[in-house]
Protein backbone atom coordinates (compact mmCIF):
# COMPACT_ATOMS: atom_id res chain seq x y z
CA UNK A 1 0.00 0.00 0.00
CA UNK A 2 1.48 3.50 -1.11
CA UNK A 3 1.72 6.33 1.46
CA UNK A 4 2.06 9.75 -0.11
CA UNK A 5 2.80 12.89 2.02
CA UNK A 6 1.74 16.06 0.22
CA UNK A 7 3.02 19.45 1.97
CA UNK A 8 0.78 22.30 1.51
CA UNK A 9 1.86 23.92 4.06
CA UNK A 10 2.04 27.69 3.77
CA UNK A 11 0.00 27.36 1.18
CA UNK A 12 -3.56 28.85 0.86
CA UNK A 13 -6.44 27.62 -1.09
CA UNK A 14 -6.73 26.57 -3.95
CA UNK A 15 -2.89 25.06 -4.02
CA UNK A 16 -3.59 22.63 -1.21
CA UNK A 17 -6.43 21.15 -3.41
CA UNK A 18 -4.60 20.93 -6.41
CA UNK A 19 -1.79 19.13 -5.27
CA UNK A 20 -4.31 16.60 -3.30
CA UNK A 21 -6.01 16.06 -6.32
CA UNK A 22 -3.04 15.49 -8.50
CA UNK A 23 -1.68 12.91 -5.65
CA UNK A 24 -5.42 10.81 -6.28
CA UNK A 25 -4.53 11.33 -9.94
CA UNK A 26 -0.56 9.91 -9.73
CA UNK A 27 -1.66 7.36 -7.82
CA UNK A 28 -1.03 3.99 -9.40
CA UNK A 29 -2.63 1.49 -6.33
CA UNK A 30 -4.78 1.03 -2.88
CA UNK A 31 -2.62 4.13 0.04
CA UNK A 32 -3.08 6.72 1.84
CA UNK A 33 -2.31 10.57 0.94
CA UNK A 34 -1.65 12.63 4.01
CA UNK A 35 -2.08 16.35 3.26
CA UNK A 36 -0.15 18.63 5.68
CA UNK A 37 -1.53 22.77 5.70
CA UNK A 38 -1.79 25.08 8.26
CA UNK A 39 -5.37 26.43 8.19
CA UNK A 40 -8.62 25.38 8.53
CA UNK A 41 -10.15 26.63 5.76
CA UNK A 42 -8.10 24.10 3.93
CA UNK A 43 -8.55 21.32 5.61
CA UNK A 44 -12.38 22.09 5.28
CA UNK A 45 -11.56 21.89 1.58
CA UNK A 46 -9.32 18.90 1.36
CA UNK A 47 -12.18 16.86 3.47
CA UNK A 48 -15.22 18.11 0.66
CA UNK A 49 -12.64 16.99 -2.05
CA UNK A 50 -12.31 13.65 -0.36
CA UNK A 51 -15.92 13.74 -0.13
CA UNK A 52 -16.32 14.15 -3.56
CA UNK A 53 -14.34 11.44 -5.06
CA UNK A 54 -16.17 9.18 -2.19
CA UNK A 55 -12.82 8.99 -0.21
CA UNK A 56 -12.57 7.72 3.69
CA UNK A 57 -10.85 11.09 5.19
CA UNK A 58 -9.77 12.47 8.63
CA UNK A 59 -8.37 15.31 9.87
CA UNK A 60 -6.27 15.77 13.09
CA UNK A 61 -4.71 18.64 14.38
CA UNK A 62 -1.02 18.16 15.58
CA UNK A 63 -0.37 21.52 16.61
CA UNK A 64 -0.83 25.26 16.04
CA UNK A 65 -1.11 25.75 12.47
CA UNK A 66 -0.44 22.78 11.14
CA UNK A 67 -3.32 20.02 10.54
CA UNK A 68 -2.94 16.88 8.85
CA UNK A 69 -5.84 15.42 6.56
CA UNK A 70 -5.72 11.72 5.22
CA UNK A 71 -6.98 9.96 2.89
CA UNK A 72 -7.16 6.37 2.51
CA UNK A 73 -7.82 5.07 -1.07
CA UNK A 74 -8.94 1.92 -1.79
CA UNK A 75 -8.44 1.64 -5.16
CA UNK A 76 -6.97 3.69 -7.82
CA UNK A 77 -9.07 6.07 -9.78
CA UNK A 78 -9.58 5.94 -13.44
CA UNK A 79 -7.60 8.36 -14.88
CA UNK A 80 -10.38 10.52 -16.52
CA UNK A 81 -12.25 10.74 -13.20
CA UNK A 82 -9.83 12.70 -11.80
CA UNK A 83 -9.77 16.31 -12.75
CA UNK A 84 -7.18 18.45 -11.72
CA UNK A 85 -9.27 21.65 -10.96
CA UNK A 86 -8.64 24.30 -13.24
CA UNK A 87 -7.85 27.27 -11.48
CA UNK A 88 -6.38 29.91 -13.70
CA UNK A 89 -8.65 32.69 -14.22
CA UNK A 90 -11.28 31.68 -11.75
CA UNK A 91 -12.22 29.95 -8.29
CA UNK A 92 -11.56 26.42 -7.53
CA UNK A 93 -14.58 24.50 -7.45
CA UNK A 94 -14.21 22.60 -4.60
CA UNK A 95 -12.65 25.47 -2.52
CA UNK A 96 -15.20 26.81 -0.24
CA UNK A 97 -15.08 29.55 2.38
CA UNK A 98 -14.54 28.77 6.43
CA UNK A 99 -17.34 26.60 6.96
CA UNK A 100 -18.24 27.95 10.89
CA UNK A 101 -20.48 29.92 11.71
CA UNK A 102 -21.10 32.11 14.63
CA UNK A 103 -23.28 29.33 16.39
CA UNK A 104 -22.37 27.92 19.88
CA UNK A 105 -23.58 24.65 21.41
CA UNK A 106 -23.49 24.16 25.47
CA UNK A 107 -22.95 21.03 26.61
CA UNK A 108 -23.97 20.34 30.31
CA UNK A 109 -24.19 16.82 30.84
CA UNK A 110 -22.36 13.33 29.40
CA UNK A 111 -26.13 12.33 28.54
CA UNK A 112 -29.16 13.85 26.02
CA UNK A 113 -32.43 13.89 27.81
CA UNK A 114 -34.09 12.35 30.49
CA UNK A 115 -35.27 9.03 31.15
CA UNK A 116 -32.66 6.35 30.50
CA UNK A 117 -28.63 7.56 31.09
CA UNK A 118 -27.28 4.77 29.29
CA UNK A 119 -29.37 5.75 26.39
CA UNK A 120 -28.85 9.22 26.80
CA UNK A 121 -25.14 8.48 26.37
CA UNK A 122 -25.51 6.97 23.37
CA UNK A 123 -28.00 9.42 22.14
CA UNK A 124 -25.54 12.26 23.01
CA UNK A 125 -22.28 10.71 21.02
CA UNK A 126 -25.23 10.43 18.10
CA UNK A 127 -25.63 14.15 18.62
CA UNK A 128 -21.66 14.80 18.53
CA UNK A 129 -21.72 12.97 15.39
CA UNK A 130 -24.12 14.55 13.47
CA UNK A 131 -22.83 18.09 15.03
CA UNK A 132 -19.20 17.18 13.08
CA UNK A 133 -21.54 16.29 9.64
CA UNK A 134 -23.06 19.74 9.36
CA UNK A 135 -22.20 21.70 6.15
CA UNK A 136 -21.87 24.64 8.98
CA UNK A 137 -20.39 23.92 11.96
CA UNK A 138 -20.54 26.08 15.10
CA UNK A 139 -17.55 28.43 15.73
CA UNK A 140 -17.51 26.88 19.40
CA UNK A 141 -18.62 24.36 21.83
CA UNK A 142 -18.48 24.58 25.02
CA UNK A 143 -18.81 22.05 27.69
CA UNK A 144 -19.28 22.21 31.21
CA UNK A 145 -20.71 20.18 34.50
CA UNK A 146 -21.14 16.85 33.70
CA UNK A 147 -20.73 17.42 30.12
CA UNK A 148 -17.03 17.90 30.87
CA UNK A 149 -16.83 14.50 30.86
CA UNK A 150 -16.88 14.26 26.98
CA UNK A 151 -13.86 16.09 26.49
CA UNK A 152 -11.67 13.61 28.31
CA UNK A 153 -9.74 10.81 27.99
CA UNK A 154 -12.05 7.41 27.94
CA UNK A 155 -14.34 9.42 25.58
CA UNK A 156 -16.48 8.18 22.95
CA UNK A 157 -17.22 11.26 21.25
CA UNK A 158 -12.94 12.53 21.24
CA UNK A 159 -12.34 11.55 17.59
CA UNK A 160 -15.36 13.62 16.46
CA UNK A 161 -14.28 16.49 18.60
CA UNK A 162 -10.63 16.30 17.12
CA UNK A 163 -12.33 16.70 13.59
CA UNK A 164 -14.41 19.56 14.23
CA UNK A 165 -11.08 21.01 15.95
CA UNK A 166 -9.48 20.74 13.13
CA UNK A 167 -11.47 22.02 10.82
CA UNK A 168 -11.53 25.85 13.26
CA UNK A 169 -14.73 24.69 15.62
CA UNK A 170 -13.32 26.00 19.19
CA UNK A 171 -13.57 23.42 21.79
CA UNK A 172 -13.78 24.84 25.39
CA UNK A 173 -14.22 22.86 28.53
CA UNK A 174 -15.09 24.40 32.27
CA UNK A 175 -11.90 24.37 33.81
CA UNK A 176 -14.04 24.73 37.49
CA UNK A 177 -15.69 21.53 36.59
CA UNK A 178 -12.58 20.05 35.62
CA UNK A 179 -11.15 20.33 38.80
CA UNK A 180 -14.41 19.16 40.18
CA UNK A 181 -14.31 15.65 38.59
CA UNK A 182 -10.16 15.56 39.23
CA UNK A 183 -10.35 15.70 35.14
CA UNK A 184 -8.03 18.39 34.48
CA UNK A 185 -4.78 16.16 33.76
CA UNK A 186 -7.18 14.26 31.21
CA UNK A 187 -8.47 16.69 28.95
CA UNK A 188 -7.57 14.94 25.62
CA UNK A 189 -9.25 18.27 22.97
CA UNK A 190 -9.43 21.44 23.24
CA UNK A 191 -8.90 23.73 26.31
CA UNK A 192 -9.70 24.72 29.20
CA UNK A 193 -11.94 28.18 29.57
CA UNK A 194 -13.16 30.11 32.76
CA UNK A 195 -17.04 31.19 33.19
CA UNK A 196 -16.25 34.68 31.97
CA UNK A 197 -15.24 33.14 28.48
CA UNK A 198 -18.24 31.04 28.41
CA UNK A 199 -20.74 34.07 29.28
CA UNK A 200 -19.00 36.28 26.73
CA UNK A 201 -19.22 33.27 23.91
CA UNK A 202 -22.83 32.94 24.98
CA UNK A 203 -23.65 36.61 25.01
CA UNK A 204 -22.13 37.02 21.29
CA UNK A 205 -23.63 33.80 19.55
CA UNK A 206 -25.60 34.65 16.62
CA UNK A 207 -27.51 31.21 17.92
CA UNK A 208 -27.26 29.04 20.57
CA UNK A 209 -27.69 25.21 20.82
CA UNK A 210 -28.07 24.18 24.78
CA UNK A 211 -28.01 20.44 25.19
Known amino acids: MANVI ?28 EVHVDNEIAVSNLTKLANTW ?3 SSAEKKE ?18 IPVPHVSGGECP ?6 RKNTVVAI ?17 KGFIYALSQLDELPQTIIFY ?15 D ?9 EILTCGTCLDYYGLKEKLAVGSVTNMYT ?9 KIIKQ
Open 64 to 81: EKHFVVTMTVEHPFPQEQ
Open 94 to 99: TCTPDR
Open 198 to 206: IVEKLNNAD
Open 6 to 33: VNALGEQCPIPVVKATRALKDLKEAGII
Open 145 to 159: NGGATITTEGSASIE
Open 54 to 56: KVA
Open 108 to 124: ASDHMGHGNDELGKVLM
Open 161 to 169: LKSMEAQGV
